[in-house]
């Protein structure tokens, strides 16, 4: 699965309607609730606010609204935008001021997909990295050679008492690799202890 980076608003005209589309990315469901909030406050004169949000590294949570317009026509093409793409952790508001011509069920499918997909496409897209927890504790002759080994890692804490203690943010995938070359490094005189915390 793939999330996206920041919020992007990208706008453009179909029939003279107009159609704003907000992307942003989320970790919660309260979040994307919020945003959507916002966005209709701001826009609280529009034809319709259409809402569509996925949340989880599955996107096991997922949502969408037409906001008054065809059954099917708007929330749903928006969000399928993003499921294609296999796109989690995202909100995405499409707000429409009516332009005086009507599209069609038809029209509107196609009006509300390229809102979001012309959007989603000048966007930074990236994977999902899951990460644990690596508490290393280690003698103080071997810290040059280890904060080395830990350069493309983010120590969150340090410890300096009898020995060294830090406590470090990996990809789960790098999890082996990285505890081997530290045992390797030390000659095992190193604990190595996973913390199973997993965040996005």
Do not use: W
């Amino acid at each position: 699965m793939f999330t996206i980076e920041g919020t992007h608003i990208h706008e453009l005209v179909i029939n003279k309607s107009t159609f704003i589309s907000y992307i942003k990315h989320v970790e919660s469901v309260q979040e994307a609730k919020a945003y959507i909030e916002e966005i209709k406050s701001k826009h609280f004169d529009a034809t319709h606010n259409v809402t569509a949000y996925t949340v989880g590294k599955t996107g096991e949570y997922g949502h969408c609204s037409d906001d008054g317009e065809p059954s099917g026509t708007a929330g749903l093409p928006v969000l399928d935008v993003f499921r294609k793409n296999n796109i989690t952790n995202f909100v995405c508001i499409v707000t429409r001021y009516f332009g005086g011509i009507k599209l069609g069920a038809g029209g509107l499918v196609r009006a509300y997909s390229k809102a979001a997909s012309e959007n989603l496409h000048q966007i930074p897209i990236v994977p999902i990295i899951e990460y644990g927890f690596l508490k290393l504790t280690f003698h103080y002759p071997y810290l040059n050679e280890i904060d080395l080994c830990l350069k493309d890692y983010e120590i969150l804490e340090r410890s300096f008492t009898t020995d060294v203690s830090y406590l470090v943010k990996v990809p789960l995938l790098d999890i082996p690799t990285i505890s081997k070359k530290l045992l390797v490094l030390t000659n095992s005189f190193i604990n190595i202890e996973e913390i199973k915390k997993e965040t996005n």
